[in-house]
């Protein structure tokens, strides 16, 4: 019997195998998510692709919502999103725009913070509730949020128009981002497998990792590093955008 154990221990031991094994279990649920990345890049490294990254490795251990969204959608399809004016090269255009849910000012156009803008728009200093919230098709998305075990800065609500891009860039422009003092997490609220969220390990990156995100999940993925969206689609994509302060228990399920 122990020979037999002894040798099975090898056959999974032998990297190739390790790999088959590793995915017929689905033992990435088990491990933390920063040890599931060095397994990935250690895989990478060994030229041996047989996991491939997918959008579940950026989970995080939050239910997702199941119940639809096309309400909040078609909701949102109506209202005037803000332009994301101070960013280049964004300036002027209706590619990547926001509406606020929590945010410096009551107003859902108030999607700026103190210190972040380089233009002269006139912020307010308290954090607070938009007006948008007291709407009852805004119920789902209160209770998604309120899932999460911390206190919020800004949560938005970030529309990529029908057939547009962003081009590589950082969240870095926000010191508190840059810093980890806030953690950004996404749930998308309407989007398609023609939606690809791609994030680059460095500005030398020229390949990075293609996602396809599913809706009412939550993903953390960081923003400190660069990332690119291309919505090929004839449809905009929302994303429920939530800026997180940083505490012990979200680390747990980061």
Known sequence: ISWGISVWIQYI?????FALVYRKLKFS?????????????????????????SATDYEISIHPYKNDLSGVANYLDRLKFQLLTQIEPFKNNHIWTALSLHGFGPNPSDIFKPGFVINNI??????????????????PICEMIFKLPCEFERIRFMKLAAGKSLQ???DNIDVDIEKKKIVRLHV????????????????????????????????????????????????????LVIDCLVNDELNTIL
Not at 13 to 17: G, R
Not at 34 to 53: A, T, V
Not at 198 to 208: F, K, P, Q, S
């Open 29 to 53: 649920f088990v491990l933390k998510r920063e040890y599931k990345m060095y397994f990935y890049d250690w895989l990478r490294d060994q030229k041996m692709p047989y996991i491939k990254r």
């Open 122 to 139: 006139k912020i307010d200093s308290n954090l607070q509730w938009t007006t948008l919230c007291n709407d009852p098709v805004m119920r």
């Open 188 to 239: 998308p609220i309407r989007t398609n497998d023609q939606v690809v969220f791609t994030i680059y390990e460095n500005d030398d990156d020229e390949v990075g990792k293609e996602l396809n995100l599913t809706t009412g999940r939550y993903y953390y993925l960081d923003v400190t590093k660069p990332h690119a969206v291309i919505n090929n689609s004839d449809i905009d994509r929302y994303h």
């Open 13 to 17: 031991l032998t990297p190739y195998n």
């Open 168 to 170: 590589k860039h950082t």
